[in-house]
């Protein structure tokens, strides 16, 4: 068995784990992250890309909108490539003109600092030409953009610069607890190392999970109880970029009440429905109705656009109370003492709380995290910006412009992203990777209109060129020849000695987010892919093509409740 010593110990690959694992790193700590798949595979990479201003919560939850404007501030400069600055608009639209919400609003946002300034409906209208001309007021706050994929990865390039060991497809399957009942002591977690199949334990003076919605389950395996109250989110993708502005309902937060645009198309969200079980990620006919429905509401003419995409993320709500609907929870965030709460020293479990306060929540728990080690070391996250922010803020024709001044339309991947070879050969080179995808998190491989149709087969074909010449950039260890394929130790990038089955799981993926959205358009762009893999191709019956370990519990297909089937069943 693998062993592994370090000082503080993080559960969870999402942007509060690389949070603290960057945090912790600056401050001198050594640090081991583990993550059961890939990084932002949770809930991170699972939203809709909003940086929040705080004005969706002044009203309701000022704590979290306070939280919300400072990180606000601070990840424009920690994070700046990651970003764009699109403003954001809250609309009085005619559903809701007859609500005093509107000045309670604005006194709000002024009462806990977000600057807010109602603007003309003939302004509004000039900058977003689309939005609904029936509406009567419109209030201004700085909103953004926000890549979260980019920027847990950058995170996590900031904490490896600062020493912290990240480790991929490495999943918790226990606490190690020492101790007997009122002097119990987590010292460090086993692990499974889904790519190798080892088993590897890890010492840590102290442990932090940082899992999300799956902090209940890690929890419980030191006989601690974290009651999560996980909500369902369920977003779609149109295939146009309608508005370059953040639009919101000014009212109370609901279902379907923003659009949000991200890279070259628009976020129509999101639904709040709790769930017990937070890999329940279904999509119910109703919730993409409901999106388009409200989304009429401030840009008509929308429901009728081509829709790409539908996919949920789990809200990771935790509060002490009950509340009787998951809108009722705060988000604002939580740390955990598990020592003074449970009896239980040595852990900690930092949850609930937005995308946007992820370094805020890194800071905090790492400054418990210091008394608890008996040392003094100050947070230098806020002040300290990550690889790649050097750029300025994202700009959306930032690929088209390198494409062009270099001329490289005939290296195009994909087409509807604009990813060239080098990028993918450059992100496979870059990050621990099983998947496509994982490169899909990295470079947005296979996230235009045709949904992987074009480039799913160009880049198996040129990953399987890079692991037949032995092109890899391996970190420690040495590459060796076992049963005819590469094998690496598990913290290497592994080989991709089976193309048929990254093919095959890849578009298996890519139709989850696809079936709760045929019709029109995209029907018939989900038929012309259906003709090139399936007719063409013969990608069902592909040699080596059947899902196996660690991918085969990645794709299980859940059809109707109670009943799963394998991808290709699906």
């Given at each position: 068995?693998?062993?592994?010593?370090?000082?503080?110990?993080?559960?969870?690959?999402?942007?509060?784990?690389?949070?603290?694992?960057?945090?912790?790193?600056?401050?001198?700590?050594?640090?081991?992250?583990?993550e059961?798949?890939?990084l932002?595979?949770?809930?991170?990479?699972?939203y809709?890309?909003?940086?929040?201003?705080g004005?969706?919560y002044?009203v309701?939850?000022?704590?979290?909108?306070?939280?919300?404007?400072?990180?606000?501030?601070?990840?424009?400069?920690?994070?700046?490539?990651?970003?764009?600055?699109?403003?954001?608009?809250?609309?009085?639209?005619?559903?809701?003109?007859?609500?005093?919400?509107?000045?309670?609003?604005?006194?709000?946002?002024d009462?806990v600092?977000?600057?807010?300034?109602?603007?003309?409906v003939?302004?509004?209208?000039?900058?977003?030409?689309l939005?609904?001309?029936?509406?009567?007021?419109?209030?201004?706050?700085?909103?953004?953009?926000?890549?979260?994929f980019?920027?847990?990865?950058?995170?996590?390039?900031?904490?490896?610069?600062?020493?912290?060991?990240?480790l991929?497809?490495?999943?918790?399957?226990?606490?190690?607890?020492?101790?007997g009942?009122?002097?119990?002591?987590?010292?460090?977690?086993?692990?499974?190392?889904?790519?190798?199949?080892?088993?590897?334990e890890?010492?840590?003076?102290?442990?932090?999970?940082?899992?999300?919605?799956?902090?209940?389950?890690?929890?419980a395996?030191?006989?601690?109880?974290?009651?999560?109250?996980?909500?369902?989110?369920?977003?779609?993708?149109?295939?146009?970029?309608?508005?370059?502005?953040?639009?919101?309902?000014?009212?109370?937060?609901?279902?379907?009440?923003?659009?949000?645009?991200?890279?070259t198309?628009?976020v129509?969200?999101?639904?709040?429905?709790?769930?017990?079980?937070?890999?329940n990620?279904?999509?119910?006919?109703?919730?993409?109705?409901?999106?388009?429905?409200?989304?009429?509401?401030?840009?008509?003419?929308?429901s009728?656009?081509?829709?790409?995409?539908?996919?949920?993320g789990?809200?990771?709500?935790?509060?002490?109370?009950?509340?009787?609907?998951?809108r009722?929870?705060?988000r604002?965030?939580?740390?955990?003492?598990?020592?003074?709460?449970?009896?239980v020293?040595?852990?900690?479990?930092m949850?609930?709380?937005?995308?946007?306060?992820?370094?805020?929540?890194?800071?905090?728990?790492?400054?418990?995290?210091?008394?608890?080690l008996?040392v003094?070391?100050?947070?230098?996250?806020?002040?300290?910006?990550?690889?790649?922010?050097?750029?300025?803020?994202?700009?959306l024709?930032?690929?088209?412009?390198?494409?062009e001044?270099?001329?490289?339309?005939?290296?195009?991947?994909?087409?509807?992203?604009?990813?060239?070879?080098?990028?993918?050969?450059?992100?496979?080179?870059?990050?621990?990777?099983?998947?496509?995808?994982?490169?899909r998190?990295?470079?947005?491989?296979?996230?235009g209109p045709?949904?992987?149709?074009?480039?799913?087969?160009?880049?198996?074909g040129?990953?399987?060129?890079?692991?037949?010449g032995?092109?890899?950039?391996?970190?420690?260890?040495?590459?060796?020849?076992?049963?005819?394929?590469?094998?690496?130790?598990?913290?290497?990038?592994?080989?991709?000695?089976?193309?048929?089955?990254l093919?095959?799981?890849?578009?298996?993926?890519?139709?989850?987010?696809?079936?709760?959205?045929?019709?029109?358009?995209?029907?018939?762009?989900?038929?012309?892919d259906?003709?090139?893999?399936?007719s063409?191709?013969?990608?069902?019956h592909?040699?080596?093509?059947?899902?196996?370990?660690?991918?085969?519990?990645?794709?299980l297909?859940?059809t109707?409740?109670?009943?799963?089937?394998?991808?290709?069943?699906?």
């Open positions: 068995m693998k062993r592994l010593k370090t000082e503080i110990l993080v559960i969870g690959g999402g942007a509060t784990g690389t949070g603290i694992a960057w945090d912790a790193a600056l401050r001198g700590f050594r640090v081991v992250l583990v059961k798949r890939d932002t595979h949770g809930t991170t990479g699972r809709h890309g909003l940086l929040h201003s004005g969706r002044p309701k939850d000022p704590d979290s909108a306070r939280e919300c404007i400072i990180e606000n501030r601070i990840l424009r400069r920690t994070h700046a490539h990651c970003i764009e600055d699109t403003s954001g608009f809250f609309v009085v639209t005619p559903e809701d003109a007859d609500s005093d919400y509107p000045d309670r609003f604005k006194a709000a946002c009462e600092g977000i600057p807010c300034r109602e603007i003309s003939a302004e509004a209208l000039r900058r977003e030409p939005l609904n001309p029936r509406i009567n007021r419109v209030f201004e706050v700085p909103d953004g953009a926000a890549d979260s980019l920027a847990t990865h950058a995170t996590a390039q900031a904490a490896r610069a600062a020493g912290a060991q990240v991929t497809y490495h999943e918790v399957v226990d606490l190690i607890v020492q101790g009942e009122g002097d119990q002591q987590v010292v460090g977690a086993k692990v499974l190392d889904v790519a190798s199949g080892e088993d590897v890890v010492h840590a003076d102290l442990t932090i999970t940082a899992a999300g919605a799956w902090a209940g389950q890690i929890a395996m030191a006989g601690c109880e974290v009651k999560m109250t996980p909500g369902k989110g369920a977003m779609i993708a149109m295939n146009h970029r309608v508005c370059n502005t953040v639009l919101n309902r000014c009212k109370m937060p609901g279902d379907g009440d923003i659009i949000v645009p991200i890279h198309v628009a129509i969200g999101t639904t709040d429905e709790h769930v017990d079980d937070p890999e990620l279904r999509i119910e006919p109703w919730e993409v109705q409901l999106m388009l429905d409200e989304g009429e509401k401030m840009i008509p003419g929308i009728q656009a081509r829709v790409v995409r539908a996919w949920a789990v809200r990771p709500l935790y509060q002490e109370t009950e509340a009787a609907d998951t009722d929870v705060t604002s965030f939580t740390l955990l003492d598990h020592q003074e709460r449970d009896g020293a040595g852990f900690l479990t949850t609930g709380g937005k995308w946007t306060t992820f370094r805020m929540m890194a800071a905090k728990a790492v400054d418990v995290a210091c008394e608890k008996g003094q070391r100050s947070c230098k996250t806020a002040s300290t910006p990550v690889p790649g922010v050097d750029q300025g803020h994202y700009w024709g930032h690929r088209l412009h390198e494409v001044e270099k001329r490289l339309q005939g290296e195009l991947v994909c087409e509807c992203e604009l990813v060239t070879r080098a990028m993918l050969e450059n992100a496979a080179r870059q990050n621990p990777t099983l998947t496509l995808d994982d490169l998190r990295d470079v947005r491989l296979g996230m045709c949904q992987g149709g074009f480039c799913t087969y160009r880049a198996v040129i990953l399987h060129e890079m692991a037949e032995g092109d890899w950039r391996l970190e420690n260890g040495e590459r060796r020849m076992e049963n005819g394929g590469w094998r690496v130790e598990s913290n290497l990038h592994p080989p991709f000695s089976n193309p048929n089955l093919l095959r799981d890849f578009l298996q993926e890519r139709w989850k987010g696809l079936t709760p959205i045929l019709w029109g358009r995209q029907l018939k762009q989900e038929r012309l259906e003709l090139i893999y399936l063409l191709m013969n990608v069902d592909l040699p080596g093509a059947e899902l196996s370990s660690p991918l085969s519990d990645f794709y297909f859940d109707t409740p109670g009943e799963e089937t394998e991808a290709s069943d699906a």
